[in-house]
T-cell receptor, first 114, second 117 residues
Framework: AQSVTQLDSQVPVFEEAPVELRCNYS??????LFWYVQYPNQGLQLLLK??????LVKGINGFEAEFNKSQTSFHLRKPSVHISDTAEYFC????????????FGQGTRLTINP | GAVVSQHPSRVICKSGTSVKIECRSL??????MFWYRQFPKQSLMLMAT?????????EQGVEKDKFLINHASLTLSTLTVTSAHPEDSSFYIC?????????????FGDGTRLSIL
């Protein structure tokens, strides 16, 4: 079975500061990795995904993430955040072959302060 | 592209009522749709996987007679919460996956907030 751990339930940062949201996963088989963002009372929007190839993945809204196989991590980063980045962020994995279901982490609430 | 529409966005009803939630893929064909439940300040928990033309696959602990899923076409899946009770109050989110490969991501609807009085 797969599991995803987001180490920080809440991350407060000031506007224009850099941010890193941490994600570690556990799986006995190869997985795809995803980051989703959820704004209040909305569904999830895909930020970026890692399928294969370059371990540094760039997504929408200036976010990027780096896949580290040895540390089984997929941390999300942004060099300079904006007020509009305030949201809940979810890391998720899916096995490459077989069941299509996503396994989500617990989520990280990112709050941007002016 | 890849827009998923979920309707209604909010439902408030009396205990014992059955509630139907629709999930539509507007600009693509979704061979597989997923239904999630999200409690306040928690993550998404998969309830079931819905495949067009076949029976849904439910996750362990999810009552299939309580949460009826129908995936009658490549663009529509419905979740019916039968005889809903206050403990069924939650945020329900659907997602749809474009066919044609394991690497395709899931695209999510905006969710339905269900409140049972």
């Amino acid at each position: 079975a797969q599991s995803v751990t987001q180490l920080d339930s809440q991350v407060p940062v000031f506007e224009e500061a850099p941010v890193e949201l941490r994600c570690n996963y556990s799986s006995s088989v190869s997985v795809y990795l995803f980051w989703y963002v959820q704004y209040p009372n909305q569904g999830l929007q895909l930020l970026l995904k890692y399928l294969s190839g370059s371990t540094l993945v760039k997504g929408i809204n200036g976010f990027e993430a780096e896949f580290n196989k040895s540390q089984t991590s997929f941390h999300l980063r942004k060099p300079s955040v904006h007020i509009s980045d305030t949201a809940e962020y979810f890391c998720a994995v899916r096995i490459i072959q077989g069941a299509q279901k996503l396994v989500f982490g617990q989520g990280t609430r990112l709050t941007i302060n002016p | 592209g890849a827009v998923v529409s979920q309707h209604p966005s909010r439902v408030i009803c009396k205990s014992g009522t059955s509630v139907k939630i629709e999930c539509r893929s507007l600009d693509f064909q979704a061979t597989t749709m997923f239904w999630y439940r999200q409690f306040p300040k928690q993550s998404l928990m998969l309830m079931a996987t819905s495949n067009e033309g076949s029976k849904a696959t439910y996750e362990q602990g999810v009552e299939k007679d309580k949460f009826l899923i129908n995936h009658a076409s490549l663009t529509l899946s419905t979740l019916t919460v039968t005889s809903a009770h206050p403990e069924d109050s939650s945020f329900y989110i659907c997602s749809a996956k474009i066919g044609g490969g394991d690497s395709q991501p899931q695209h999510f609807g905006d969710g339905t907030r269900l409140s049972i009085l």
